[in-house]
């Protein structure tokens, strides 16, 4: 890595460790000051006039040596156990996450995961798999080998390790969103799974490594899961879980869900039937289903069903910002600005020039999305 980018680096995971930061203020703070490190760089009463900079920040930022001295201790310990940083300007970041207002600004990974592959699909379900939920989850990933997508989970007992170890049968890369960090494999009777998954998947993490394992790790690891997958699929689910909170970010996020019916008196079909009677998932019978929602073709695996867009006629720096939007349905002018590494004065009249020749639409709040005709 570059010196450039490497220092670039150290002072975005300094920026990501100041307290209640929040990924909005992150991406308006180096939206407005061209970066992490101008942020710290910058004067005080130039920062002071930036959005949303209060004085609370203005506080923490007179600590600026403490942390990143933490940063540079990070970047220290994924050097020593072989963990890749990817920060939030990376072109490797996973595209599918940068519209999402809670979008992680870090992530940890091990392994060889492509996060911007044309199909994702997310598995997951209850730690106490019936047989009948093993049996459907295996049918399910045999039923997609066609179509090569990623199977992304969350390594957990149950449905979790039934997808990731059905797809490494298929040798279908596979993703597992972590709880824990990545050098602190969870549930640890995983580990050897989560090895064989490094050549063509991985591991990712938005904690970095040494982390205490805590509960409120959980929900945030599905945000994730969920945000990575161009649908979720959910096989067996009780009234209350992990599984259902995923599904309803997911459905948050205007993903398409899909829920394995299940027998009535059953327990861990509770939680899939009640999401189809709620409408929040559709009824999963098959990869069919896949192919009308999200436009899958055997026929043309490279192909993303919504890239239909022929970029050639537009000016390089239009192409970017197509690219982005395609990926997202509603973008926000600030995250734009990040993911670009562009002002948002410049990228104003871009915008502005691409909406008046009918390509974009602005919505209110300052968010934007492709006018598809």
Same mark, same amino acid.
């Given at each position: ?23 909005? *203020? ?49 970047? %220290? ?28 600004? *870090? ?14 699909? &997310? ?6 798999? %019936? ?26 007992? &149950? ?39 490094? $050549?063509? &998947? ?9 982390? *205490? ?32 909170? %995923?599904? $309803? ?6 993903? $398409? *869900? ?11 079909? $509770? ?103």
């Amino acid at each position: 890595m570059p010196n450039q980018e490497k220092d670039e680096q150290l002072y975005e995971i300094a920026l990501n460790l100041l307290p209640k930061i929040g990924p909005s *203020v992150y991406r308006s703070i180096v939206a407005y000051t061209g970066s992490a490190k101008q942020f710290f760089e910058m004067p005080l009463g130039k920062l002071s006039k930036v959005p949303r900079i209060n004085k609370n920040l203005l506080a923490l930022r007179n600590h600026k040596e403490d942390f990143l001295k933490e940063a540079d201790s990070i970047m %220290t310990q994924c050097i020593k156990k072989n963990i890749d940083i990817i920060t939030f300007s990376n072109t490797n970041f996973p595209q599918r996450l940068k519209g999402l207002d809670d979008c992680p600004m *870090v992530l940890f990974k091990k392994g060889n995961s492509n996060f911007n592959t044309s199909r994702t699909i &997310g598995i997951v379900g209850t730690r106490n798999v %019936t047989d009948y939920g093993r049996s459907i989850t295996k049918k399910i990933v045999e039923d997609l080998a066609p179509y090569q997508p990623t199977v992304i989970s969350g390594l957990a007992y &149950g449905v979790d390790i039934e997808a990731h170890r059905c797809a490494l049968q298929l040798e279908l890369p596979t993703l597992a969103v972590l709880g824990s960090s990545v050098d602190q494999i969870y549930p640890s009777a995983h580990k050897a799974t989560s090895e064989a998954m490094l $050549e063509s &998947g991985g591991v990712l993490s938005e904690f970095p490594p040494g982390t *205490v394992m805590h509960p409120t790790n959980f929900p945030k690891r599905n945000r994730i899961i969920a945000g990575l997958s161009d649908a979720l699929i959910v096989v067996e689910a009780a009234k209350k879980g992990g599984a259902l909170i %995923t599904a $309803e970010i997911a459905y948050s996020y205007n993903k $398409e *869900v899909f829920a394995v019916p299940g027998n009535l008196q059953a327990t861990y079909s $509770e939680g899939c039937n009640n999401l189809i009677k709620s409408m929040k998932a559709s009824i999963f019978t098959g990869p069919k289903d896949l192919e009308e929602c999200l436009g899958w073709s055997k026929d043309s695996l490279h192909q993303n069903g919504a890239n239909i867009w022929d970029l050639s006629k537009f000016e390089e720096e239009d192409q970017e910002i197509i690219t982005l939007l395609q990926t997202k349905k509603e973008v926000e002018i600030d995250m734009l600005a990040l993911a670009l590494n562009t002002s948002v004065s410049t990228l104003a009249i871009r915008l502005l020039n691409l909406e008046f020749e009918g390509f974009i639409q602005s919505l209110p709040g300052k968010r934007y999305r492709l006018k598809m005709t």
